[in-house]
Each structure stands twice: as C-alpha cells, then as structure tokens.
C-alpha cells in the first residue's frame, strides 16, 4: 500500500500531548538554579520629563540585588543603543529607541528603571519603592492633530510626522472626471491590542566561563531576536543563543525585539546569574505592541454599473512613540493591496507616519492587510448603496476574473492565481442568500433588522520575496535520516500554536516513506536549528514548508544515487514512488528511505564521489508572495432596543491553495474569524487626551468570550499556486482579514432603514442604538 | 507561615507568605507549571483549579485560604498514561492551539461537567465563560466538550498518549526500529 | 499582580472575627471569598496590613426559607444561591442575579456577603436586595443590629459596614414575582446596567412594584417614578409597561465610560427595566 495517506488527512496534533496535560515548558516553566527577577518602574504619563529617580529607599532592602536607570545603562555602562527598526525607506524618521528612558518618558508604560530582587514579589515591592519624579508635558495622541504640527513627541525631529509614502497608479483624474458618481468616506480602523494569552516572558543567562548568552523569549523570531540581540548589546552573534521554548500565542506581537529582551540579557551578563522578567497583563495591554490604528480618508470613483473606475486614499498611520521592529513597514502593505480583489486600475495614494504618544503599533495578525481589505470591502457595499445595487453584483463587476491570472496589479503585485467568483457562488449557495434577503424584508417589516454582510477578500502572504521584505524573505529546513532510520527535521519556522510539527512530520513521512512516530521536528532554537527567518506573515508552511520539501528533494536525490549503485543500476531509471525508491515500471525491487539512510551512515557502499550521510539543509527564497482567498458571508440582527448584535450565521469559504491537514487548517480560520469578528464588536484601545490608557486590563478591554462568538460553518475551494514546491498559500490570517469587514458589512447593512452609511468599529451597541433613534424607512432600501 | 495542602491526591506542607498566590504556591514551590497565569484581573482563567472539587481561579485565592483543602491541577485530571476524556476530546477536535489557556479550560470544562453532565452547545460556551481563548474562535472547545459529556455519560474507558498517537498509513513491513544500532533488516539491505 | 505583604489570620467565630477587627482597627480587612479584594490587592489598589479570614466560620453559609422569609448567609457563595430551587422560587431576581454574575469560577469562591460589603457601583446584588426590601444583619462589639436595603448601601464602595462590624445575614420576604436584567460588560462581566423588578401583583395587574437599578450611577438606586407608574399595569401589555418605565433614571447622574456614556445607560435603564417587568411577571 502506498505512503500517501498523511498529506491531507485530519490527524490529530503530535504536539497536544505535552499541551493538554500541563507537561509544556513556556518560559514561565523554565526552572535554573539561582534565577533572580527583574521588575519594571514605567511611566504613568504620556509624556514627561523625568526630572529625579530616587532608589534609596532600596539600598538596605537584602532582598534587592540591582537597580538600573536610563541614565546609568547610558552613561555609567556605556549601552547607548538604539532598539532596532527593520526598514527600506529613504526618508524614515527614527528617533532613539533607547532601553530604558532617558530624560523623557513618551508613553504610558514606558520602562524607567529596572530592578533585580531575589523574588518576583521582592522585586515588585522594589519597584514600588522607587521614587520618580516628572514633569509632565503636552502630550499628542490625535494623529491629524499630530502630523499638523506641535508638541512633538521628539522634540529634536520638529515634527511628528515620520514619513510619507506617495503611490500613484493610472490616471485617477480621469477617472473622477468620467466617474458617474463618487463617494467620500473616512474609515477608521482602530487601535486593537493581540492579547496572546501568554504575555511577553523571558529568562537569560551568563555563562560567563563560555561567555555565552542563552536567552528563552517567548518570541516569533529566535534567529532575528539573537541577530538583533548581536548589534544592540555587541556581542558576537555566535556567542547568543535564543530559544522560543512553548509559545502561547503570537498574532505578530512577538514578532519583534522589546527593549526588555535587551535588558534581560545584559543584566544577566552584569549579574552573571539567571534574570527572568515575565510582564503583568497590565504591562502587557501598555507595552507589548498594538495593531491597526489607521485613519483611512476614501474616495471612490464609479460608474453607475457599479464598476469602480477609480480610487483616492490617504492614510494617517499611528506609528505610536517609538518605532519597533516593522513599526512603519506595516501601513505600506495596506496601499499595496488597497485593490482588494478587484480590477482597480487607477490609485493614489499617501501614507502619513505619525508619530504620538502612544505605544508603537506594529504587525498584528493581518498587519497592515486587513486595513486595506477594510476599507475596500466598505467601499464596495457604500457604491452598492448608493447605487440601488446588491453588493455581490457590485463585486461580481469588479472581480478580476479567472482566467485573468497571473495578474499584475496597479500596485505591482502579481497575483499567483485565483478564482474569486466561485468561492462566493459556493458561500451565496450555502447561505441561500437569495433567501437571506427575503427574510430580511420581512423582518424589516416587523421592526427587526437583520443585516447581511459579504466580504470577498484577498490577501498577500507567504512573506516574501526577500527583495520585497524588510529583512530575509527565505526560509530552511533541515533533514537528518538517522543511521536506525528515524528522521529528525530542523525547521527555521518557528511555530506557536500553528502545528507544523504535525503538518511537517506528514510531509516527510508521505515523501521520505517513514511512519510520522518516526519523525521529529525541531524548532525554535538557535542552537540546534540553521538560521531561520520565523513565523509570522502566514509563511510557516508556504515558506518552511516549501524549504522542507527541497529538503526532501535534495534527500530522495543522493538516496536513488545510493540504491542505484548498490543494484548497480543507472540512477536515472530510479524514482521515488509511494515513499520508496524502485526501478521504474518494476515496483518489485525497492529500498527504503531508512535502508539508504543506513547504508550512507555506514559508507562504505556508496557511489564514488558520494559523501556519506543522508541529511540535507536547503532555503526556499520565494519568487513571489502567495495569494489566498476567499468569501465570508456573515448574518446578524440587531437589537433595536440596545444596539447589540447577535451574529445568527456565519460562513467562510477559503481558499489557501492545497490543504495539508484539514483539522488545522479549520483551527487557523475559526481562530481567525472570532479575532477579526472582536475587532469588528468588541475591541478598541483607548487612550485620553493626555495619554493615559483608559483600556488597560481584561475589565475593559474586550476579547471575545465563548458565548460572544458564534458558530462557524466552514467550507473551502483549493486553487493550488506554483510559487512553491507545495502549492499552499497560508492561513494564518485569512480568517482575520475576511472577517472583520464581514462583519461590519452586515451590521451596517441591517441598519440601512435607517439611513447608515457607515459606522466606524467597533460597532459598540451604543453607536448602533444612537444611528437607530433614526426614524426607519420601510422595507428594503434595495 | 506553615500551610497544609492536599494538591493531586498527596499531602504537602508548605512555609508560605500570607500574600503567596495559590497559583505561584502551586507552580513555584511544587513546580506544578500546568497551572498557567494569563492575566492580572482574574478574567482569563489560565490558572484554573479544583478547590476542593469545584473551579476557581488560583490566582484569586491566596495559598494560606487554602490551607486544610484539596486541589486539583492539570497534572492531577491526567496524564500520559491516562488522560482524562476531556483531555482526549481536546486533542482530538483540535480544542488547543498554541495550549496556554487549554490546561485551565481543560479543567474548567471538567467542571462543568460535574454540574451539567449533558450540556447543550449554548451551556457550554456559557460554563465557560471564565476562561479566554485569544487561538481557537472556541468553536472546536465546544466540539471537544461536547464529545468529552458524550464519553463520560457513556463510560468510555480512559485512554492513553500511546493509545491515541497519530495512526500510522499502513505499511508492507514494519519500519526499521529504532532499538536496536544495527537493525536486521537494514544489515540484509546491506549485503 | 503581586498584592503588598499582610498578615493572615483565621477566625473560628464571629465573636472571634469582631475581636481581631477590634484588635488591629482601620488596617484589617475581612476576606470571605476574596473575589472583591483580592484583585484590588494584586493591583495595589488595596493594602491592607491584615486580613482576617471568615471563610471558615461555622453556620454562615446557606440558604433558609421559612413562613414567607428567606434568610441567606453571608458566606453563601453564588455558586449555591445559582444552583438554589428554592431560591429560583422565591427569589428568581436574586437567583438571576446569582447566575449572571462574574464567571462560574468568580461564582465558586465570592459570597453575597462579600459582594454586598463592597458596595460596587456596577455590583448586581445591591439592585436585587434592595429591589426585594433585604434586612442586613450586623454583628458588632455590643450585639448586632440589622438595616435595611436602603441604609445599608451608602454610595460608591460604601456601605453602613462599621469597621469592626460583620455582616452575618441577609434576609428578605419572599418574592415570587420578581426578577433581574442586566446589560453586561463585555469585558468585566460587571452590569452596564442591572435592574431588579418585585412585583406584587394584584390579579392580572401589578398591585405594587419594587425596582432597583445598579450601573447607572454612582450606586445603586430606587426607581420611584417608575414603581408609582407600574401600579395597576397589566404586565404583558408592552406598550404600557415600556411607558411606565420611561426614565427610570431620572435625576441620577450616570457615569461614562469607554463602553457606554452616561445617556445610553439611562436609556437602557428603561429598557431592562421594561423586561425585568415582564420577566417578573412570567411563572418561572
């Protein structure tokens, strides 16, 4: 029987065992003999001066083991460093980042001092016996307040804006010229927090003998955490090693190097001890990076067909006070898929980077994506509005159409492929939206308002191209066949939450012909693993994998060289076939991965010139993203009374190229849509006037609960890419991206009687039972 | 102060401060770390324990309170060797993904088993209301919760890590093992 | 996260719990379930040098209906007040307020007296029991004395709770008829706004009304207005009882926050007011 039954099937994770019984080590769980804890001392203002820090208090404290301001990392110990920003733009603005504050405090939350105590109790009392003195200062929270003029969150700039990025495509004046109508619209999409349910946690230690660092963060990122980690604290980078041990959850927000890694590792070289810092919810709401948080100004042009000729954007991006990692990166990508699916052939646009006292935004799941797919999926169902048209005509109008690929958009990228109308066929069919729509008259006749909400989304993912990224683009795999046959794999991803230690281990189990127990895959560690570029962008599988799958070429190579010359055979009348190598058209005659595995191990009777061993390292650099896609069909009602929405249905149809395993695949979009469907209801960052967070705790900031979420059905179409080797294109975030405008879409849609056009998120019950004081028109607006 | 615990069936005795969190008694002094903290407001529910039988939030309840009680980790619901049913139905609706809330909703939703044998998907999702999930949009936990009643209600017996592992796609011979440094079959590939 | 350094003691009595308050004055607090302090404490926004643990008293938990009364201990956890028939019967508001209330984890540990003691503005129980007219009995130095709904709960986390005083009961008659609504917090669980409705009905209309409504302001208050305007309403006319709770809120100045302003919870108070009413009305 054929190795062919892995790829494909709904196995249940080989990673779960450890999870499910409390046996996972999270950095939280590692345990090393004389560990010391660090504390912080943050700002409580937005901004100030700092005009006097006093830690005498702790000077007789026995429990107290080191204290450290800005001013003695800079000046006392010469660790003047900049916290890194990963960028290819000419004129980007970048203020010093320093690790602890120095003079001045810009945001709520802002690290000050840090304290070493014997416990993490000790330690907090430290801390709060810590006397900092401010002297507050005008804060700017108010992006066009900001980007107008003063204050300025860096003084030295002279202004707060951190650049601009302009894009033209086509001939938008035409466009608007010839247009038949216009809509103008500004869409916000809000500051939301990621909320891992595992904070930012980490532990470092000397060996000062080795003069080696081993840092356990709970990151996305071990190899380009220890290359920063190299330039910020300069030491070689061969002398750090950094684990991502168990990571509960990252969303992109440990996708990025925190000053408080930093620290961590040189208080533990300084003190020659273990440090470990693990942040409070509290810090973690204030510190730890937000997503979204854009002002988008709209101007559609288009035809009275509800063809949509021509697009005008400009965008205030929130870069917060600092930058971080990919800070400035992210609202780039949300000009370059400002088309959506569609055929947008004329656009202009400008980013605005602003900077304000708030924390840094930065890659949250969808990152500067789902922004775009916001704005687009709005600007659809508005010109369906206004001209009297069902939205899913509008879009049907303006898809690029399958047979239209590889398409070049006007924003440069090509779309690998795609087949945009049959996913919303298959989700119209499954939803009966015909029927949908009936049964919304009649409950609008009845004073209940149901909403209907297509979203039909496209996103660019599998990053990327290194020529396109900030930094690598690339990723590797590793395969060892042992000398018994077990097949150990190094993966340069590094997953948390995303399974490839089973999707991988499938993989290699179908093409090297072992059984998956036989297969280990390793991840997440500097030391044991080649350099790799990390998880994030949903590229785990559409670039490690497809590394993976060189791997195994590379493997299945030297192994039929292997088996050829025992059989004294032409290699090139050997193939890999169900997992095993055999003279082609004679399935009688086979050698196992393992045997040929063995038979290298022991050398000595291989092929002339052949080295010995079975094992292989490759890279995948990606010739071009990969675009996966698809239609979420949502359905709620709202409550006329109070505003509250309840979603009564909600379906997705994706499409992200090949599946590997089902069951994970599901996990990804469920996980997806309730993130997406919260930034739609529930969440928001808030800050005052003068930058304190208003919404700085699971008391007031909203994510969903189990009863807030409904029930997903899920369906999918696979157009397969040739991007890469394994025809996947990344699921990471799809839920997240078709999703949110799903959602709003129908929520807006239910509250056309009363004349809505628009409603910013989240759509609180507040603002809808406010739109509904309105009196209603009857029935249909359509 | 001296305190007297009975955690997973054993007895402990304990010198703790008044202040010491149940939840950092029970993962720093008996390096019980299935007993995760995900938040400073009691919300999330990471931590969740049995106390004396019924859940609570360890991080809301100081070690001394607990003195004289009996409680129940992660740890203690299963292991390898025998995993709970409701262990089992999370990993197989795929209830987890990066795992960091599932050991506390894994015990919450023994919990609700306990009051409510025979949950509709709506007292589900309602019985687990203290515990966040930021991974799985909950869909397959409430799968899994559901599957786990049905097993317990029907006197499943339990099953182990081993017995559960991913099956294997059938094969003509069995693999090389792993036991031996030089296997038979590979030293007849050999010669 | 990490609460400042205490004492711990336990006390076996009330006698003994009123002692040790004696004993240490303004810096001991009471720890029944710890589901109010305790997260004051992690973030510091408490700290007291001492808590005395009540937990353990012998005869302060349960449930006791009796002639028409129904007598509850101050250490019944809301877990035992959810799971309560006899509760559900002859205080549906309390047992809706019970089951609404925090997370089932939230609900195994913290107590009613506890909840009540901390006078939360956006508490559920202070609306129930002064909907249902609840005597609080206090255990002091020289005896206990009881108060009414009405003097026990001051204003924003204030209570008439004297600082070496314990409550030990609650007791209130019988209510049938009644019932609680609540708006939730999305995020605390905490009522946006909770009304509590007792009815009294006389035939098919209501005879006299009771409502209390928590969320809104800075405590939680009567609806006067309102409970003169439901008399002699047939409760499942909509119209009717939509109009008698009209500005439930009237003269009370609401709080605001990132999730709701000051306006639409007032104009929720009508609305949860309207079907705490109905609820109330219907046989449960």
Redesign the interface.
């Given at each position: 029987m054929a190795f062919t039954t892995m790829v494909g099937a709904r196995i249940r994770r080989r990673e779960d065992p450890r999870l499910i019984t409390g046996r996972a080590t999270y950095v939280d769980d590692v345990r090393q003999v004389g560990t010391v804890y660090a504390a912080f001392v943050r700002s409580p203002y937005g901004h100030a001066k700092l005009t006097g820090i006093d830690s005498s208090a702790l000077k007789d404290d026995p429990h107290v083991i080191a204290v450290y301001t800005g001013e003695d990392l800079h000046h006392a110990h010469g660790l003047k460093s900049s916290l890194p920003v990963a960028h290819k733009m000419a004129d980007l603005k970048t203020p010093p980042h320093y690790i602890l504050a120095l003079d001045e405090v810009r945001f709520v939350g802002e690290p000050i001092a840090v304290v070493v105590a014997d416990s993490?109790?000790t330690a907090?009392?430290a801390a709060?016996n810590i006397v900092v003195e401010y002297d507050e200062l005008p804060a700017v929270i108010d992006m066009e307040k900001a980007a107008a003029g003063p204050p300025f969150v860096h003084e030295s700039l002279g202004t707060n804006v951190a650049y601009t990025f302009p894009f033209a495509a086509g001939d938008v004046g035409k466009a608007f010229a010839e247009a038949d109508v216009t809509i103008k619209q500004r869409i916000v999409n809000q500051r939301v927090a990621p909320v891992p349910i595992e904070p930012r946690s980490m532990v470092a230690n000397y060996d000062a003998g080795m003069q080696q660092l081993t840092i356990y963060s709970a990151t996305q990122i071990p190899h380009l955490l220890r290359t920063q980690l190299a330039v910020v604290l300069g030491l070689p980078e061969n002398k750090i090693r950094a684990i991502a041990p168990e990571v509960g959850g990252g969303f992109g927000a440990k996708l990025n190097v925190y000053a408080e890694e930093a620290l961590i590792c040189w208080l533990a070289m300084q003190l020659e001890r273990p440090v470990k810092y693990i942040e409070?919810?509290?810090e973690c709401f204030q510190a730890m990076i937000h997503g979204r948080d854009q002002i988008d100004d709209l101007e559609i042009a288009a035809k009275n067909d509800g063809t949509i000729t021509g697009l005008k954007l400009k965008i205030h991006a929130n870069m917060g006070a600092y930058h971080q990692l990919l800070t400035p990166v992210i609202p780039t990508l949300t000009v370059l898929m400002a088309h959506g699916c569609y055929k947008f052939e004329n656009i202009e646009a400008e980013v605005v980077g602003v900077f304000t006292n708030t924390m840094s935004t930065d890659a949250y799941r969808g990152a500067g994506r789902p922004e775009a797919t916001f704005f687009v999926e709005r600007a659809i169902d508005m010109v369906a509005q206004r001209l009297k048209l069902d939205p899913v005509e509008v879009r049907r109008r303006n898809f690029i159409s399958a047979s239209a690929f590889p398409h070049t958009t006007a924003t440069g990228l090509t779309y690998d492929s795609g087949n945009y109308e049959t996913t919303m066929d298959k989700a119209l069919a499954a939803i009966d939206y015909a029927g949908l729509r009936k049964q919304q008259e009649e409950l609008r006749k009845q004073g209940r308002y149901l909403g209907i909400g297509v979203s039909t989304y496209v996103e660019v993912c599998g990053m990327g191209p290194s020529a396109a990224m900030p930094a690598a683009g690339w990723d590797s795999a590793t395969i060892r066949v042992e000398p018994t046959g077990s097949i150990t794999v190094m993966t340069g991803v590094s997953p948390h939450g995303q399974g490839e230690e089973t999707t991988f281990a499938q993989i290699v189990a179908d093409e090297l012909g072992v059984p998956i127990d036989q297969v280990t895959v390793v991840h997440g560690d500097t030391d044991k693993v080649q350099y790799g570029v990390g998880t994030f962008g949903s590229r785990g599988t559409a670039v490690g994998g497809a590394a993976l799958k060189l791997a195994i070429e590379t493997i299945q190579a030297k192994a039929v060289k292997i088996a050829a010359h025992q059989w004294e055979a032409n290699p090139d009348d050997l193939e890999y076939r169900d997992g095993k190598i055999t003279v082609k058209g004679d399935p009688s005659k086979s050698m196992t991965t393992a045997e040929a595995g063995f038979l290298a191990f022991m050398g000595d009777k291989l092929p002339p010139g052949l080295e010995p061993g079975l094992d292989a390292t490759r890279r995948f650099e990606p010739p071009n993203f990969v675009f996966p896609f698809g239609t979420h069909v949502c359905v709620v009602e709202v409550d006329a009374?109070?505003g509250e929405v309840k979603v009564v249905r909600y379906l997705a149809v994706d499409d992200c190229g090949r599946l590997l395993n089902p069951m994970i695949v599901e996990g990804q979009v469920h996980g997806g849509i309730a993130q997406g469907l919260a930034q739609a209801l529930?969440e928001?960052v808030?800050y005052d006037e003068r930058g304190q967070l208003?919404?700085g705790?699971?008391?007031?900031?909203?994510?969903?609960h189990a009863e807030?979420v409904p029930s997903y059905e899920l369906d999918h179409t696979v157009t397969p890419t040739t991007v890469n080797p394994l025809g996947v294109k990344g699921v990471g975030e799809a839920g997240t991206i078709g999703s949110t405008p799903a959602i709003a879409n129908a929520v807006i849609d239910a509250l056309a009687p009363f004349g809505v056009v628009h409603i910013d998120m989240p759509l609180?019950?507040?603002k809808l039972?406010?739109a509904m004081q309105a009196k209603p028109t009857n029935g249909s607006v359509r | 102060?001296q305190i007297d615990l009975t955690v997973n069936g054993k007895r402990t005795s304990l010198d703790v401060?008044?202040?010491l969190?149940l939840a950092h008694a029970l993962r720093d002094y008996l390096n019980l770390t299935g007993t995760h903290?995900g938040c400073?407001?009691?919300?999330c529910?990471a931590c969740?324990v049995l106390?004396d039988g019924?859940?609570?939030?360890s991080?809301?309840?100081?070690a001394?309170?607990a003195s004289g009680h009996e409680v129940t980790t992660i740890e203690g619901i299963g292991n390898a060797d025998s995993l709970h049913p409701m262990q089992e139905a999370f990993w197989s609706a795929h209830g987890l993904q990066c795992g960091y809330c599932t050991t506390g909703m894994i015990v919450?939703a023994v919990?609700?088993l306990r009051?409510n044998p025979d949950p509709s998907d709506d007292e589900i999702r309602a019985?687990l209301?203290?515990?966040l999930c930021r991974c799985t949009g909950y869909e397959n936990i409430v799968k899994a919760v559901r599957a786990a009643g049905k097993a317990m209600r029907d006197g499943e017996p339990r099953h182990s890590v081993a017995d559960l592992m991913p099956i294997h796609p059938p094969v003509e011979e069995p693999p090389p093992s792993g036991e031996a440094i030089i296997p038979e079959q590979l030293q007849e590939a050999k010669a | 996260?990490?609460?400042?350094?205490?004492?711990?003691v336990r006390a076996g009595s009330v006698d003994e719990a009123i002692r040790l308050l004696e004993e240490h004055g303004d810096e001991a607090k009471l720890?029944a379930g710890?589901?109010s302090l305790?997260?004051m404490?992690?973030?510091?926004l408490a700290a007291p040098s001492v808590?005395i643990?009540i937990?353990e008293i012998p005869q302060l938990a349960g449930i006791d209906v009796s002639g028409g009364r129904v007598t509850i201990g101050a250490l019944t956890k809301h877990?035992a007040l959810a799971?309560s028939d006899e509760l559900k019967k002859n205080a549906p508001a309390l047992w809706d307020a019970a089951n609404d209330l925090?997370?089932?984890?939230?609900r195994?540990?913290g107590t009613i007296g506890g909840a009540s003691a901390h006078g939360d503005p956006s508490a559920d129980y202070p609306a129930v029991l002064q909907a249902l007219d609840a005597t609080f009995t206090l255990a002091g130095k020289g005896g206990t004395r009881e108060l009414t709904s009405g003097h026990f709960f001051r204003g924003m986390f204030d209570t008439a709770l004297g600082p070496d005083e314990v409550l030990t009961r609650i007791a209130f008659d019988a209510a049938p008829n009644s019932a609680y609504a609540k708006?939730h917090?999305?995020?605390?669980?905490?009522a946006v706004v909770g009304v509590a409705v007792v009815l009294k009905m006389d035939g098919g209309t209501i005879g006299s009304a009771r409502v209390a409504v928590t969320g809104v302001g800075d405590a939680a208050f009567r609806a006067g207005a309102v409970e003169s305007a439901l008399k002699g309403v047939n409760p499942t006319d909509a119209a009717a009882v939509t109009a008698a709770c009209a500005s439930a809120a009237r003269g009370v100045t609401g709080r605001s926050?990132?999730?709701?302003?000051a306006a639409?919870r007032a104009?929720?108070a009508d609305?949860f007011t309207a079907r705490a009413v109905a609820k109330a009305a219907t046989k449960r």
């Open positions: 993490p109790y907090r009392d709060e409070t919810r509290s009374q109070t529930f928001e808030v208003l919404t705790t699971l008391m007031d900031y909203a994510i969903p807030q609180r019950p507040e039972w406010a | 102060m401060e008044p202040r969190l903290i400073d407001t009691s919300s529910g969740t106390l019924v859940s609570v939030k991080c809301t309840v100081f001394v309170q919450s919990d609700l009051r019985g209301e203290g515990n | 996260m990490i609460p400042a350094s205490f004492d711990y720890l710890g589901h305790i997260p404490m992690k973030l510091r808590l643990d937990a877990a799971a925090g997370d089932p984890q939230v195994n540990r708006f917090h999305p995020a605390s669980h905490y926050d990132t999730f709701a302003s639409y104009a929720m609305v």
